[in-house]
């Protein structure tokens, strides 16, 4: 799986697929471990080269990768036995790369799970510093490290349960401040469907009211398309660019896979518009730790020329005094307020009734920014 993410797959996409097979114990684990590595990357790092007198780039990959879950497990986790993680990483780079078994196991041999003194934030947060940087400029440093600190821990299960329907059985759960979003104290069953707290907090922005028409212009896998469906609208349309994702959409409504930055094909005007766009997702470390080290300062202008686009298409089809809500799992100025701001400057029939923040380590859940804005 860590192989995998090193070639640019997302982590929560290679344990699905890899571990299908798998008991459902060993899944557990090896996504425990993976996650872990890719939260705790740097501090992992820091004590390899620490351990080993050698930088991790001078490295054979896969002897990196077997010292990052090695390490992860001797120090990180409670019940794996010492000698299973060593010998387990001894004996995977010995059949990957035999010339580094013997650093492998004087490395291993030197772990201990003493408190370590680390050399800077970006090190004891394990994030980019150019990333917390960027957090503090925009947040304070307060925020920033909180926003690094919640990035570190594993995010609880939340579920949808509508008003008036009630927890399936053997389900045990509790009520949070936003309606219908329960905390899962229980274990997640199959076939599921998780729905973070920070996700389902957005849809009430939309202020739905019966019999109103609805566009949701990014909507797979459908998790808010069905939140907002709980509101007995009068017309209600899901798109998506992806018409494997927007399978994943319960049937419950029209769906039609378009490009919703290109020209949309509809004739009427709609009174709510959610524009929920694809963005660099970095409210979403917790969950998708790998982005961290994946995401570049040059992406921004590669989002936003795209988010600008959408929330225009979607504006030209909101009906009078009308409500579009933009919204972004990211933290990022340039995907949020600049998006907000270049669409509000070309469109003086546009105005904007408020913005909402959600911040990991201050909020429960995943990071958003939403803007709700109002056509005159």
Same mark, same amino acid.
């Given at each position: 799986?860590?192989?995998?993410?090193?070639?640019?797959?997302?982590?929560?996409?290679?344990?699905?697929?890899?571990?299908?097979?798998?008991?459902?114990?060993?899944?557990?684990?090896?996504?425990?471990?993976?996650?872990?590595?890719?939260? @705790?990357?740097?501090?992992?790092?820091?004590?390899?080269?620490?351990?080993?007198?050698?930088?991790?780039? /001078?490295?054979?990959?896969?002897?990196?990768?077997?010292?990052?879950?090695?390490?992860?497990?001797?120090?990180?986790?409670?019940?794996? *036995? $010492?000698?299973?993680?060593? #010998?387990?990483?001894?004996?995977?780079?010995?059949?990957?790369?035999?010339?580094?078994?013997?650093?492998?196991?004087?490395?291993?041999?030197?772990?201990?799970?003493?408190?370590?003194?680390?050399?800077?934030?970006?090190?004891?947060?394990?994030?980019?510093?150019?990333?917390?940087?960027?957090?503090?400029? #925009?947040?304070?440093?307060?925020?920033?490290?909180?926003?690094?600190?919640?990035?570190?821990?594993? *995010?609880?299960?939340?579920?949808? %349960?509508?008003?008036?329907?009630?927890?399936?059985?053997?389900?045990?759960?509790?009520?949070?401040?936003?309606?219908?979003?329960?905390?899962?104290?229980?274990? %997640?069953?199959?076939?599921?469907?998780? #729905?973070?707290?920070?996700?389902?907090?957005?849809?009430?922005?939309?202020?739905?009211?019966?019999?109103?028409?609805?566009?949701?212009?990014?909507?797979?896998?459908?998790?808010?398309?069905?939140?907002?469906?709980?509101?007995?609208?009068?017309?209600?349309?899901?798109?998506?660019?992806?018409?494997?994702?927007?399978?994943?959409?319960?049937?419950?409504? *029209?769906?039609?896979?378009?490009?919703?930055?290109?020209?949309?094909?509809?004739?009427?005007?709609?009174?709510?518009?959610? %524009?929920?766009?694809?963005?660099?997702?970095?409210?979403?470390?917790?969950?998708?730790?790998?982005?961290?080290?994946?995401?570049?300062? /040059?992406?921004?202008?590669?989002?936003? $020329?795209?988010?600008?686009?959408?929330?225009?298409?979607?504006?030209?089809?909101?009906?009078?005094?009308?409500?579009?809500?933009?919204?972004?799992?990211?933290?990022?100025?340039?995907?949020?307020?600049? %998006?907000?701001? $270049?669409?509000?400057?070309? #469109?003086?029939?546009?105005?904007?009734?408020?913005?909402?923040?959600?911040?990991?380590?201050?909020?429960?859940?995943?990071?958003? @920014?939403?803007?709700?804005?109002?056509?005159?």
């Amino acid at each position: 799986m860590l192989e995998a993410v090193s070639n640019d797959a997302y982590a929560s996409d290679s344990l699905r697929n890899l571990s299908k097979k798998a008991p459902a114990r060993d899944a557990g684990l090896a996504g425990q471990i993976v996650f872990g590595c890719l939260r @705790y990357q740097s501090q992992l790092d820091y004590l390899i080269e620490m351990y080993s007198g050698r930088k991790t780039q /001078t490295l054979d990959p896969a002897v990196l990768l077997a010292l990052r879950t090695a390490i992860f497990q001797l120090r990180y986790l409670e019940r794996i *036995p $010492a000698y299973a993680a060593v #010998h387990d990483s001894v004996e995977l780079v010995k059949r990957r790369k035999r010339a580094a078994t013997g650093l492998t196991n004087a490395v291993l041999r030197k772990v201990t799970r003493a408190e370590a003194s680390w050399p800077d934030a970006a090190t004891e947060l394990s994030c980019p510093a150019w990333l917390l940087d960027r957090w503090e400029r #925009h947040f304070g440093s307060s925020a920033a490290r909180a926003i690094a600190s919640a990035a570190l821990l594993e *995010p609880p299960p939340y579920i949808r %349960v509508p008003a008036g329907a009630t927890l399936p059985e053997g389900v045990e759960a509790e009520p949070t401040g936003v309606p219908g979003c329960y905390r899962l104290k229980s274990e %997640v069953l199959p076939g599921m469907r998780l #729905h973070d707290i920070g996700s389902q907090s957005i849809v009430p922005l939309l202020d739905l009211q019966p019999g109103l028409s609805y566009l949701d212009l990014c909507s797979a896998p459908g998790n808010k398309t069905m939140q907002a469906l709980e509101t007995p609208l009068g017309l209600a349309v899901a798109c998506d660019i992806a018409f494997k994702r927007l399978r994943e959409v319960p049937p419950v409504c *029209p769906r039609v896979v378009l490009d919703a930055s290109e020209p949309l094909p509809f004739s009427t005007s709609f009174d709510r518009i959610f %524009v929920d766009a694809p963005c660099s997702g970095t409210g979403t470390l917790a969950r998708n730790p790998e982005i961290k080290w994946r995401v570049r300062d /040059t992406d921004w202008a590669r989002f936003a $020329a795209k988010q600008v686009r959408l929330a225009e298409n979607a504006a030209r089809l909101l009906a009078p005094g009308g409500k579009l809500v933009y919204a972004t799992c990211s933290l990022e100025q340039e995907e949020n307020e600049d %998006v907000v701001r $270049a669409v509000l400057s070309a #469109h003086p029939e546009l105005r904007l009734d408020r913005e909402v923040w959600r911040l990991p380590g201050r909020d429960e859940g995943d990071g958003f @920014y939403a803007a709700i804005i109002i056509r005159n």
